[in-house]
């Protein structure tokens, strides 16, 4: 089965079956919707919790839903336990809005989010958004969102699977000791060919001074690339560092495509 692990729902009509066509085109059997919070953003055209829990309740053979989530809101981690009852699989948190992962005021979420066994996407690295709008009138700062600031959380939350978005370009080499030191870390590699597509050059270029466990490692498009542009340009990418000498075969090598019993929200 073929997931594309990170996408996300946009307010267009007709998007859940224009994709749904696409994933057909392109073979891809599943689609993980990740919402995000509309009016966070200035000028964003993503879609929030409402919509990607009816798209997936529409086709919860072909959808599974990531829910947004803003930790700073006095009552999110009463929102966390209602987003899983509502059928959510995931959270999304998105740090440069404003926010460290690793804030102390920010573990009662983190307590919440746990006690639903269900994986956390953060968003980490630099971003190609631009300002945050009311209530939280701040421009975007990708400097709070580096993988790191997740390594207290994935220790002291060692049952609850962390997800590091875009593998935390450019804060790469973050990302995979990260995720060397803690099996609970998943490196996400969605997106485009320059960012963060540079994943595969760079890791080919430093000499693999990081092991990575490709068995921890998802894919998706994030809306950067068309599903069969996207899929073909990972599969590129795949290929060449399975070609490098060198690279770790100890471990059957492969990128994680697949989001096996999306349903249980287990996602691994
Ligand atoms: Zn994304």
């Given amino acids: 089965m073929i997931v594309d692990a990170h996408i996300h729902m946009l307010q267009e009509p007709g998007f859940s079956s224009n994709l749904l066509r696409q994933m057909d085109a392109a073979g891809i059997d599943r ?35 990531f829910a947004y989530v803003e930790p700073r809101e006095a009552d999110a981690p009463a929102q966390v336990r209602a987003l899983a009852d509502a059928g959510f699989h995931g959270f999304k948190l998105f ?21 639903t066994a269900r994986p956390v996407l953060v968003h980490c690295g630099s971003t190609n958004l631009d300002l945050a709008a009311e209530p939280h009138t701040t421009p975007i700062n990708s400097a709070l969102a580096r993988p790191l600031f997740l ?44 960012w963060p597509g540079s994943w595969a050059g760079i890791y080919t270029n430093l000499g693999r001074p990081i092991p990575i466990d490709w068995n921890r490692v998802w894919w998706g498009t994030d809306n950067c690339m068309t599903p069969a542009d996207g899929l073909a340009f990972a599969k590129q990418n795949l290929t060449h560092i399975l070609n490098l000498p060198n690279t770790h075969k100890e471990k059957r090598v492969y990128v994680r495509w697949e989001v096996e019993n999306p349903l249980d929200g287990t996602i691994l």
């Fill in 151 to 194: 390594d207290p959380l994935t220790r002291l939350y060692p049952d609850t699977t962390f997800v590091v978005a875009h593998m935390g370009f450019p804060f790469l080499l973050e990302a995979w000791a990260l995720a060397m030191a803690n099996p609970n870390v998943i490196l996400d590699v969605a997106g485009g060919p320059v």
């Fill in 95 to 115: 740090p440069p809005l404003g926010y460290r992962v690793d804030e102390a005021r920010l573990r009662p979420v983190f307590d919440a989010m746990a006690a």
């Fill in 31 to 65: 689609a993980n919707l990740v919402a995000l919070w509309p009016a966070a953003f200035v000028g964003s055209v993503t879609a929030g919790n409402n919509a990607v829990r009816q798209a997936v309740r529409e086709h919860p053979d072909r959808f599974t839903g």
